[in-house]
């Protein structure tokens, strides 16, 4: 089982960055696909999911209206399209896989906010 995460990096107050996870070893369709992320000094915490069932979606209040999470079964792979990006956002992103026992995590991507 691989979750490879891609798209960090450096970007000013306001831009935007697309996080990728690409999913290998298991059956990508039947997971729950979440992202997470965690600031220096802080807890984990939960900040997108992607249901396998019906397209839902959640997000955590404080990415409400500025970050999209999606997933392409057909690549495998699970998107955060973050928008109006904040230094607050600033923290390693992790992706996570969950379909009963099973909980995956990648090795997560750096998402620095600075001017």
């Known amino acids: 089982v691989q979750l490879v995460e891609s798209g960090g990096g450096l970007v000013q107050p306001g831009g935007s960055l697309r996080l990728s996870c690409a999913a290998s070893?298991?059956?990508?369709?039947?997971?729950?696909m979440r992202w997470y992320r965690q600031a220096p000094g802080k807890e984990r915490e939960l900040v997108a999911v992607?249901?396998?069932?019906?397209?839902?979606?959640n997000y955590a209040d404080f990415v409400k209206e500025r970050f999209t999470i999606s997933r392409d079964n057909a690549k495998n792979t699970v998107y955060l399209q973050m928008n109006s990006l904040k230094p607050e956002d600033t923290a390693v992103y992790y992706c996570?896989?969950?379909?009963?026992?099973?909980?995956?995590w990648g090795q997560g991507t750096q998402v620095t906010v600075s001017s």
């Open positions: 992607s249901s396998s069932v019906g397209g839902r979606t």
């Open positions: 070893g298991f059956t990508f369709s039947r997971y729950s």
């Open positions: 996570n896989a969950r379909f009963g026992p099973d909980d995956y």
